[in-house]
T-cell receptor, first 115, second 114 residues
Framework: GAGVSQTPSNKVTEKGKYVELRCDPISGHTALYWYRQSLGQGPEFLIYFQGTGAADDSGLPNDRFFAVRPEGSVSTLKIQRTERGDSAVYLC?????????????FGQGTRLTVV | GENVEQHPSTLSVQEGDSAVIKCTYSDSASNYFPWYKQELGKGPQLIID?????GEKKDQRIAVTLNKTAKHFSLHITETQPEDSAVYFCAARDNTGGGNKLTFGTGTQLKVEL
């Protein structure tokens, strides 16, 4: 596609529920990233995939958060037992590769609201 | 880990004036510094970037400078227009050891007034 696509654009869920957020990266991009952006803040790193494997998951806040990228393209961020503090915009980005000369392009984000 | 500080948090300029946003970073291993523009309800859009092997880069009305010794980089927008109004984020990335995450500043809300 033309850019990084994220679905849904908005998600409202009840505290304690499970949610899945989807990211379709730019075609051919091998590197994929998830970030979380709270109101008035810059994006914060969650996890980075190179191909199918998570090369760096050091930003995941706890074991309620998990992400997969089984075929090296689409990725799903999964949040179990959601808490009100999980409310934020979840951003996905992709880049052609993970090396030095690669720009990261962001999707429009999924706004998650936990009530 | 990397820490990026960004100033000012808000900036208001008259149309046609220049705007400057400054960032500092802490990790001397960082070697890539992009700038993103984010409009309300949208994802960050890459507008310009600079790598550690150059000190300045320019693209039309936008320029970025990098001082590796001081660990300081800046965004310069000349001849500002109302459509430049948005939140701007600086970021730094350390590629060594296979790492590839961007650490962002807290953002600058730029308002260009007519």
């Amino acid at each position: 596609g033309a850019g990084v696509s994220q679905t849904p654009s908005n998600k409202v869920t009840e505290k304690g529920k499970y949610v899945e957020l989807r990211c379709d990266p730019i075609s051919g991009h091998t590197a994929l990233y998830w970030y979380r952006q709270s109101l008035g803040q810059g994006p914060e790193f969650l996890i980075y995939f190179q191909g199918t494997g998570a090369a760096d998951d050091s930003g995941l806040p706890n074991d309620r958060f998990f992400a997969v990228r089984p075929e090296g393209s689409v990725s799903t961020l999964k949040i179990q037992r959601t808490e009100r503090g999980d409310s934020a915009v979840y951003l996905c980005a992709s880049s052609l590769e993970g090396g030095m000369n690669t720009e990261a392009f962001f999707g429009q984000g999924t706004r998650l609201t936990v009530v | 880990g990397e820490n990026v500080e960004q100033h000012p948090s808000t900036l208001s300029v008259q149309e046609g004036d220049s705007a400057v946003i400054k960032c500092t970073y802490s990790d001397s291993a960082s070697n890539y510094f992009p700038w993103y523009k984010q409009e309300l309800g949208k994802g960050p859009q890459l507008i310009i970037d600079i790598r550690s092997n150059v000190g300045e880069k320019k693209d039309q009305r936008i320029a970025v400078t990098l001082n590796k010794t001081a660990k300081h980089f800046s965004l310069h927008i000349t001849e500002t227009q109302p459509e430049d109004s948005a939140v701007y984020f600086c970021a730094a990335r350390d590629n060594t050891g296979g790492g590839n995450k961007l650490t962002f500043g807290t953002g600058t809300q730029l308002k260009v007034e007519l």
